[in-house]
T-cell receptor
Framework: ETGVTQSPTHLIKTRGQQVTLRCSSQSGHNTVSWYQQALGQGPQFIFQYYREEENGRGNFPPRFSGLQFPNYSSELNVNALELDDSALYLC??????????????FGPGTRLTVT | GESVGLHLPTLSVQEGDNSIINCAYSNSASDYFIWYKQESGKGPQFIIDIRSNMDKRQGQRVTVLLNKTVKHLSLQIAATQPGDSAVYFCAENKGGGNKLTFGTGTQLKVEL
């Protein structure tokens, strides 16, 4: 088990609603990335946060947004939910610029279902 | 376009045999490649990685081979065990920073 935790574990929302997912990074890790994993697919990079700022973004619309806090934890917010947003949302953390390794550790994910 | 894909969606092996999971990539600029294992209900677990300037790297019971000529990556698992049953993903890291591009995965099934 990694030290990356995510909440909630499961979530059911209605189309058009907004959702906030949370992630606590592994101790010592200052960078958090979010991924979307549709059923039967590999994870897709959404964005990354470093020093509380977005540091790279994948091919996702602006209604996907995030935050990183001083303790390196992070939130993923999705507005105007669509049925295709149903997926497993994964958070991953690693240490950047601290002399640590580049290995990235994933949390267990949040399963979001949009009805 | 850029892609990381896998040859086989499902691989079945007998316990104790060696497993080979293959992956093709198209982005020659990737800095390194990573293999992840994902068990049902869990997030991906780092297995091993290899830098683009290497051909082979060994870990505990696993070996990754990189053939840049044909843009092919493979993961070899020695003496496959039931606990190895999972979906295996290859991923590439272009430019560092762990903004990974994943393939669709191979389901490894270990038969007793």
């Amino acid at each position: 088990e990694t030290g990356v935790t995510q909440s909630p574990t499961h979530l059911i929302k209605t189309r058009g609603q907004q959702v906030t997912l949370r992630c606590s990074s592994q101790s010592g890790h200052n960078t958090v990335s979010w991924y979307q994993q549709a059923l039967g697919q590999g994870p897709q990079f959404i964005f990354q946060y470093y020093r509380e700022e977005e540091n790279g973004r994948g091919n996702f619309p602006p209604r996907f947004s995030g935050l990183q806090f001083p303790n390196y934890s992070s939130e993923l917010n999705v507005n105007a939910l669509e049925l295709d947003d149903s997926a497993l949302y994964l958070c991953a953390s690693h240490s950047r610029g601290t002399g640590g390794g580049h290995e990235q550790y994933f949390g267990p994910g949040t399963r979001l279902t949009v009805t | 376009g850029e892609s990381v894909g896998l040859h086989l969606p499902t691989l079945s092996v007998q316990e104790g045999d060696n497993s080979i999971i293959n992956c093709a990539y198209s982005n020659s600029a990737s800095d390194y490649f990573i293999w992840y294992k994902q068990e049902s209900g869990k997030g991906p677990q780092f297995i091993i990685d290899i830098r683009s300037n290497m051909d082979k790297r060994q870990g505990q019971r696993v070996t990754v081979l990189l053939n840049k000529t044909v843009k092919h990556l493979s993961l070899q698992i020695a003496a496959t065990q039931p606990g190895d049953s999972a979906v295996y993903f290859c991923a590439e890291n272009k430019g560092g920073g762990n903004k990974l591009t994943f393939g669709t995965g191979t389901q490894l099934k270990v038969e007793l």
